[in-house]
Nanobody, 117 residues
Framework: QVQLVESGGGLVQPGGSLRLSCGASGIGFSIYVMGWYRQAPGKQRELVAAVTSGGISNYADSVKGRFTISRDNAKSTAYLQMNSLKPEDTAVYYC???????????WGQGTQVTVSS
């Protein structure tokens, strides 16, 4: 059974930091592209950042220079370090594991991030 479990969300003041974690089980973690998406109320889910098995990453323009995605293949865990948080970063953040050759995509349950004073 495939499971992606996010943790690390919460309430933080503007300018603060949070680190999200996504632990994976039931998949060959190292062959999956790991991504973080977010969905704010009334908006579509959007890609925040993704990292390939080899460590190549890409980011949404809105988070470049503030967020850093990383992965630890030995621990089957992906991370999203979020710095200089803004109120517009408030959303539910979802972890995704995707392998386009296998045509497989899995989602976590989401973790709420609220940036407010």
């Amino acid at each position: 059974q495939v499971q992606l479990v996010e943790s690390g969300g919460g309430l933080v003041q503007p300018g603060g930091s949070l680190r999200l974690s996504c632990g994976a089980s039931g998949i060959g973690f190292s062959i999956y592209v790991m991504g973080w998406y977010r969905q704010a109320p009334g908006k579509q889910r959007e890609l925040v950042a993704a990292v390939t098995s080899g460590g190549i990453s890409n980011y949404a323009d809105s988070v470049k220079g503030r967020f850093t995605i990383s992965r630890d293949n030995a621990k089957s865990t992906a991370y999203l370090q979020m710095n200089s948080l803004k109120p517009e970063d408030t959303a539910v953040y979802y972890c995704n594991a995707a392998n386009h050759l296998l045509i497989r995509s899995y989602w976590g349950q989401g973790t709420q991030v609220t940036v407010s004073s």
